[in-house]
């Protein structure tokens, strides 16, 4: 469903945000019950969506900044953020991307910074090659990297060694630093 916001702001700029929901499964996983828009924010660029299923609801939050804001039962500071409840409520896991916290009931996540900024030395194939060295537990394989300015492109880490962070797929692009997003997935 594609709609067409012709009102825009005083300046004639138009502001439109997409939400899409796709839930892959395989025969006897949970089915699909119902999905609904809880947070739509065009001015902030807040979107939140609640997905139900057999067993379980799922709430997605995605923002453009690190204020905390209240979704229900999930609490988020942060740009992007995941919280899955079992039929009684409770918080059974939860993710939290380039943020400070997540909080659901008796589940919280907590980083001690949302990104971490990093010169680049010198870059090679799909390797940022880096200034300085990271700490050990700084970045892993499937966090994710911000690289350039306007545009800025992300990629996903592959690999990462003292100091080089070498990403999937794509050859590595010129800048002076890259951008970790701090993450943390928690499970019970």
Known sequence: VLMENRGGDSDGVLSSQFALMMVPSREGDPQ?????????????????VEVVL???????????DQEERQFGAVTVAGQFAFASLDDDGRA???YLLNGSRMA????EIR?????TTVKVERIEDRTFHLAESLAPDAVAAGFYVLAGR???TGFEVESVT?????VRDYPAIPCEEVTVLN???VER
Not at 32 to 46: E, F, Q, Y
Not at 56 to 62: A, F, G, K, L, W
Not at 111 to 115: D, K
């Open 111 to 115: 980083l001690p910074e949302s990104a």
């Open 92 to 94: 059974t896991q939860g």
């Open 104 to 107: 659901c009931g008796d589940l």
């Open 162 to 166: 003292g100091d080089a962070i070498t």
């Open 32 to 48: 699909t019950v119902s999905a609904r828009l809880i947070a739509d924010d065009v001015t902030s660029g807040v979107l939140a």
């Open 54 to 64: 057999d067993g379980r609801t799922d709430i997605i939050v995605s923002t453009m």
């Open 183 to 185: 993450s943390r997935w």
């Open 150 to 152: 306007d545009p800025q």
